[in-house]
């Protein structure tokens, strides 16, 4: 999968609470969710809640409300926290899968004005393709190790999709999630906190593969022309220097 058709009628109509302040989060009113009737599973910590604005075609679009309040995020949760709200992403995207109407599934999340996200409140999403397929390169996933062992590859990618700073965390056996989580949270505060102190956004893009599981940390900000117009990914010559820095953080 290359491309894909975005439907503008339905994207103009998205509201954006990154921007406009005075808009009513959506993900806040859970009685307002339930009077339309989008809510397809519910805990008391977590929602998935079907997309009100199906912008991709063919496609099933589900967001995953992460918490109660719009002021927290993946780098202040408990690890625990973390672990059960991944339990029960992956559970639904499971469901998906064993459903066999999708021929791909995306599962990401956007943090951040200049991640693609337009609602504040954390969130993450999965979506069914119909017709859509997307390649996955095991060397995707390759980089200056952070920590490399049986259970766990963690690093930071030398040949990033996007440019400058990926960092790829692997768990070899689902049994071991709260540790995985525990890198996962540590990754998002040093994008925040030490990376991308100006911009403060990110993207998550989790890959699920039998009983692995990984997820590249992709620290955004505006993206460079290099990238755009040449397809040119810039990589940082200081991969060593920061693998040191967050095995230490």
Not at 10 to 23: E, F, H, M, Q, R
Not at 38 to 54: A, D, G, H, W, Y
Not at 71 to 99: M, N, P, Q, W
């Amino acid at each position: 999968m290359t491309h894909i058709i975005y439907k503008t009628n339905v994207g103009k109509d998205k509201p954006n609470t990154l921007i406009n302040k005075d808009y009513l989060c959506p993900f806040c009113n859970r009685d307002g969710l339930r009077k339309e009737d989008r809510i397809l599973r519910e805990t008391n910590e977590f929602l998935i809640v079907e997309n009100k604005f199906p912008v991709l075609e063919n496609s099933y679009p589900a967001v995953v409300v992460e918490h109660n309040s719009c002021s927290e995020h993946i780098g202040t949760y408990s690890v625990e926290y973390l672990e059960r709200l991944l339990k029960f992403c992956l559970s639904y995207y499971e469901d998906l899968e064993k459903a066999g109407f999708y021929k791909s599934i995306a599962f990401f999340k956007n943090h951040g004005i200049f991640s693609g996200g337009s609602i504040q409140h954390p969130h993450m999403q999965i979506i069914g393709f119909q017709n859509n397929s997307y390649e996955v390169n095991n060397n995707d996933f390759n980089g200056i190790p952070i920590i490399s062992n049986e259970l766990i590859e963690w690093n930071f990618s030398n040949k990033p999709k996007s440019e400058f700073f990926e960092i790829n965390l692997t768990l070899k056996n689902k049994d071991h999630l709260n540790k995985f989580c525990a890198y996962l949270q540590k990754s998002v505060q040093f994008v925040l906190q030490v990376l991308n102190t100006k911009h403060q956004c990110y993207n998550l893009a989790f890959q699920i593969e039998d009983d692995c599981i990984k997820v590249k940390i992709i620290s955004r900000g505006p993206t460079s022309i290099l990238l755009l117009g040449f397809g040119i990914h810039q990589t940082p010559n200081n991969l060593e220097e920061l693998a040191d820095q967050l095995r230490n953080f």
